[in-house]
């Protein structure tokens, strides 16, 4: 895989798709770390005399101009992060984009207007695509991969752009690409696995291949609870995904022939709703009242998660341990990423929600070894998935 240092950028127009996904209340960004991540390797560019057109996409518009979700306020903070105007196109392959281009001067930045505003972006039709990639691939003169968040899509951008032009992968993937191969190739044990979230049925794959490859494997979350009633315990009116509990009596058995330790909680927060105000009791993880539901895990669990990352040496996490955005039911997923922080290990945060629940608490991000911007790329890697845009990086 190419990087920075085999493009010779100086004076040239090197579009760069970075990953600004952000979360916005209104107009206003509520946390900037992809925005932030994405700084040094367009400050490379611009320190080397590039000219730098930056695109990326934000929520989903559905190939349509969408009202709250433009990037200008992106472009605003990306200004404020680089220390430097960055002109805004108002638009994506359009008059303002052609515009704003021309304009940049050695060492300039630009960003374009979202992506997927663009129905080719994320078309499935080769030539829809593919026509949108011409167009894009025609504001400059080199590519520069750089948004690890949107490498496991099929995206023009992402994808069909990399093979039109002279590319590179940019300073951020490069390094996600080298944590994730340490997560793969002769990774150091205890290699200990923690995932949560929602939906058993979102990490399938990743549950199944890591079996053969993990130590310990700690779940918590909404996805606990179809664990635990695929061991036929009440679980009440938590989340609980029916369709996957013959998959997860499989992973169970799979764990016990493997000598994988599968640990789920113990106890968990039963709250008479979902709100964060809900009344909760703490009781047994198999012994859930039929009216509650399990919104955290639960003191003894909490402690128990960390016994089990204590000695670990290679530590994954992707997913809450509970609505963490409810600060009554944020400390099981605090008490795991304090955990992380105390483990003498190369620790990994899997982006996401995860990534997020880290700048929530104010937990010093440094403590941890790598914290990923894709949460999904990441899980397709570790499922051992071709992820399209890091194959066009390779070409």
């Given amino acids: 895989m190419r990087t920075l240092d085999d493009l010779d950028v100086k004076g040239r127009r090197v579009l760069v798709r970075a990953d600004l996904n952000v979360p916005l209340d209104g107009e206003t960004i509520t946390d900037d ?7 040094p390797t367009i400050k490379a560019l611009t320190g080397a005399g590039a000219k730098v057109v930056v695109c990326a996409h934000l929520g989903r518009p559905k190939g349509r101009p969408t ?21 805004f196109a108002t638009d994506v392959v359009g008059d303002s984009a052609h515009g704003v281009v021309d304009a940049l001067g050695e060492g300039q930045v630009a960003l374009l207007e979202n992506l997927r505003f663009e129905p080719g972006e994320e078309s499935k039709d080769d030539a829809e695509r593919g026509a949108f990639a011409e167009r894009l691939a025609g504001l400059a003169e080199l590519y520069v ?26 300073g951020l993937i490069v390094a996600e690409v080298e944590v994730l191969k340490k997560l793969t190739e002769d ?13 058993v049925s979102d ?22 609870y179809t664990f635990l009633k695929a061991q036929g315990y009440e679980v009440g009116k938590s989340l609980l995904q029916e369709d996957q509990l013959d998959q997860v009596r499989g992973f169970l058995n799979q764990a016990a022939e493997r000598g994988v330790d599968l640990v789920l909680p113990v106890d968990v927060l039963a709250a008479t709703g979902f709100a964060d105000d809900a009344p909760y009791d703490v009781v047994e993880a198999t012994a859930i009242p039929a009216d509650r539901e399990g919104l955290d895990i639960g003191p003894k669990t ?47 945060v899997g982006g996401g929600d995860s990534a997020a629940a880290v700048r929530k608490f104010g937990l010093p991000e440094d403590g941890f070894s790598h914290i990923s911007t ?12 071709t992820l399209p845009g890091l194959a066009a990086l390779e070409d």
């Avoid at 770390?33 to 700084?39: D, E, L, P």
């Avoid at 991969?145 to 940019?170: C, E, I, N, Q």
């Fill in 187 to 199: 990774t150091e044990r205890p290699y200990v696995v923690v995932l949560g979230g929602a939906k």
């Fill in 33 to 39: 770390g992809r925005i932030r991540a994405s700084v």
């Fill in 67 to 87: 009202p709250g979700l433009s990037l200008k306020p992106v472009a605003e903070r990306l200004a404020e992060l680089l220390g430097e105007d960055v002109a």
């Fill in 302 to 348: 909490r402690e128990l998660f960390a016994a089990k990352l204590a000695d670990a040496k290679t530590v994954f996490w992707n997913g809450p341990m509970g609505v963490f955005e409810f600060d009554a039911f944020s400390a099981g997923t605090r008490a795991v990423a304090e955990a992380l922080i105390r483990a003498e290990a190369l620790t990994v």
């Fill in 145 to 170: 991969g750089d948004g690890f968040g949107a490498v496991h899509r099929k995206h023009a951008s992402v994808y069909d752009v990399p093979r039109l032009l002279p590319h590179a992968a940019g």
């Fill in 203 to 224: 990490k399938l794959g990743v549950i199944a291949n890591l079996l053969a490859k993990v130590d310990r494997l700690l779940i918590g979350g909404g996805m606990a």
């Fill in 374 to 385: 894709g949460g999904g790329a990441s899980l397709e890697y570790l499922e051992g998935k």
